[in-house]
């Protein structure tokens, strides 16, 4: 009788936590066309290099506003250009090495106050390949995720 009882607390426990899994839309207000992806490296090395994500978007309701993509084990904010009479979702993701802040060190801790702690990377929360990225929006009051694949990868571009 007991181990009946552990079998369905156990059941239940593992049921209600899939709950605060982010899910994907399959049918999101807008339209995605065909993604783009290009490395890029600076001229200088204080330029740093990265990525730049172009998502082609179309009919983009005003109650949806695109916030993140996540790409390739990183997390960047998404900008709106227009290109062509083509809105295009644009991500940026930098591999600019961060300088690291003074830190006050002192045996008094009053004297530390002004140290800020550091910025943590955001975990990414998705299982994706190289070619696939998600972008999270808000519609009305809820963040949604939708995926997006085929991601083409275009030649280097390097800055003199």
Known sequence: ??????IILA?????TGCSSQKKLVENPPFEVGNATCQSW???????????KLEIPVTNIPATATLQKAYFRGKVATITLEEKEGQSYATANFSNKSIEKPDIIMHRDPKKEVGNQPPKLQEEIPFELDANECVVSYIEGDTVKYVKVSDIKEKKPLVYQ
């Open 41 to 51: 490296l600076g001229g200088r090395a204080e330029s740093g290099s990265g990525m």
């Open 1 to 6: 009788m007991k181990t009946a009882a552990y």
């Open 11 to 15: 059941l239940g426990f593992s049921l």
